[in-house]
């Protein structure tokens, strides 16, 4: 915004405001600035300019008409960011810099008085504050890029430091180095236990967690995740060796069903025989679709209850067929034109394949 209206005050008439008579201002209206800065709304245009004003760059002198039009100057001979030391010495005359206009950080710069307190609000320490002055001095005289307020590209700079320099110490402080007596949070056991894994299993691994990591002397900040990983580790190949792997993997080559599996199909009345034919089917299926499964028992019982299904229902379909050609024969010669009409209409049901 501030360079936006830097251009415009430098191509259009400006002129004298009593709120401030050595600045140049320029009139506009809310249409000026919408066109100004269409790719803002009207709320963020004056979010921007209260933000401006608060930092004493942007100074705006209303008019009391109704045409909504406002004077509007830039202060950039602010003392927010004259050189430390300049305004004190009488007799060396500040150089004045043109309005309107951005500028190179001077060698000599030092936030001033109102810049400091505000980032003391944020809780910035004033020492800490003064440390950062030399590097970012030397950095943005390095780039050489003007700025209308150094003070608040410091301000940005200082609280970005400050908040990484908290967290930085806050990871620091929490950690530590494992010792004899620890032991996993609550919150961290009921993950756990949410996850179904037995609480003696927990708890029997708790001594050799903390051995491994007291030996190693590692400092850390987060054991109760590490525990947390460790103890899903050592469960999936607790599980896994007495055949309780849950791990997705494709299906092999000489699968076979469980006992476990024909024993419901035995329960389900579904011929042992006939559950046995269907497996090369289903391998092969399976082969070529490369798809990994948990458990391809599950679907082998899904596969042989919905083929099971079908085959009684094409038996039974069958049967009823057989059945009903042999009534015909018997009655054919004898039956009305309506009951021949009828069962044939019997015979082109379809409707269970459906």
Known sequence: MLQVLADMITQRET?????????????????????????????DIKRVQNSLQALGVLLIDPLSDASRSNYFAIDDNSTHDSPAGQATRPD?????????TASLIPTHWQPDDNWVKLCKQQSIPEAFLRDLVPEFVNYWRERGQARFSWGNAFYKHALKKWRNEQTRKGTYELASTMSADWKPSPDALGILENAAINASFIEDAIPEFVLYWRERGVVHGAWNTKFIEHIRRQWAKFSSSFGLDDTPQVIADDWQPSVECYEILQLAEIDEDYACSRIPEFVLYWKDSQQVKSSWNTVFLQFIKQDWARKLKNDEKEI???????????????????????RFQRIADRSWAE
Do not use: M, Y
């Open 320 to 342: 009823e067929g057989a059945e009903l050609a042999h009534a015909e024969d018997q009655s054919l010669t004898g039956s009305s034109q309506r009951r021949i009409q009828e």
């Open 92 to 100: 060396v005359a500040p150089k004045p810099k043109p309005a309107g």
């Open 15 to 43: 002129v004298k405001r009593p709120l401030n008579p050595q600045l140049q201002w320029i009139k506009l209206s809310d249409e000026d600035l919408q066109s100004a800065f269409p790719f803002w709304v009207p709320v």
